[in-house]
């Protein structure tokens, strides 16, 4: 069964960049769909964006134009790069391939 690891993450003013990282073991990520969620306090977890294993990513409408998700396939690793953040985006963030979950990471976006 997978394993992910995340990295990255932290607390960052509007307008700013975080990048997150998802590293698998146990399978590999080049030929299984990744996704990522979030979940704001209070709130229900929410998809985010996915990127299948060929292809292009896939992203909620919330997030099309500033977050990218991308792909190492040699370091069995995924990324989801986010640009110009908003303080809407303040949650902590998952990754999630074949029905397991990351352990999650905070992002907290704030002046």
């Known amino acids: 069964q997978v394993q992910l690891v995340q990295s990255g993450g932290g607390l960052v003013q509007p307008g700013g960049s975080l990048r997150l990282s998802c590293a698998a073991s146990g399978s590999s990520i080049s030929i299984n769909r990744m996704d990522w969620y979030r979940q704001a306090p209070g709130k229900q977890r929410e998809f985010v964006a996915y990127?299948?294993?060929?292809?292009?990513?896939y992203y909620a409408e919330s997030v099309t134009g500033r977050f990218t998700l991308s792909r190492d396939n040699a370091k069995n690793t995924v990324y989801l790069q986010m640009n110009n953040l908003k303080p809407e985006d303040t949650a902590v963030y998952y990754c999630?391939?074949?029905?397991?979950w990351g352990q999650g990471t905070q992002v907290t976006v704030s002046s």
């Open positions: 999630y391939s074949q029905f397991q």
């Open positions: 990127i299948p294993s060929g292809g292009s990513a």
